[in-house]
């Protein structure tokens, strides 16, 4: 996994509670010319694994074969918002067994977050079903080479 950024005493700008400022009133203490010499003490540490980092490089580069494509912009259109529904379907199924993990959480809490998460999941798979019927109406309407048509259909299926 690879660190982002690690923020601590010395390069967050705000003194700690237990160490004595050594700036004076009118002077910043992160711009003070005698810095605190305490040991570092770390902050918040963020670590993302191979998978995270892909999706941090941006949704561009997810949808780059889509967008290279040579299919007409309309399919590209509706195969890059396949995906984010995918994605979003993907993400309230890890929100759902992160609260049945979680327990905190009284019963009826879990149910309650449990049925509204469940909720989101169905409105998406309704989009999901619109957006492959639109994406068949415009296969079929965009009179597509057979290449271009197999092209969508491993595009579509790649989630």
């Known amino acids: 996994m690879a660190t982002i950024g ?3 005493p010395s390069n967050s700008g705000v003194q700690s509670l237990h160490e004595p400022s050594s700036a004076s009133a009118g002077e910043d203490s ?3 010319a005698n810095p605190v010499s305490s040991p570092i003490v770390e902050g918040i540490k963020v670590s993302l694994s191979g998978a995270g980092l892909t999706k941090a490089a941006g949704v561009h580069g997810d949808n780059k074969d889509i967008e290279e494509s040579n299919l007409p912009e309309n399919i590209k259109q509706i195969l890059i918002m396949l995906r984010r529904i995918q994605q979003q379907v ?4 890890a929100r ?4 049945m993990a979680d ?3 009284s019963v009826e809490e879990r149910r309650a977050k449990l049925i509204a998460l469940q909720a ?3 409105a998406l798979n309704g989009g999901l079903i619109t957006a492959n019927m639109a994406l068949s109406k415009a296969t079929t309407q965009s ?3 057979p290449e271009q048509v197999l092209k969508t259909a491993s595009l579509a299926m790649k989630s």
């Not at 993907?90 to 199924?93: I, S, Y």
């Not at 759902?96 to 609260?99: E, K, T, Y």
């Open 103 to 105: 327990k905190r959480l």
């Open 90 to 93: 993907a993400e309230k199924r």
């Open 120 to 122: 989101a999941v169905d």
């Open 96 to 99: 759902m067994q992160a609260v």
């Open 143 to 145: 009179n597509l080479t």
């Open 6 to 8: 690690v923020l601590n």
């Open 30 to 32: 992160a711009l003070s």
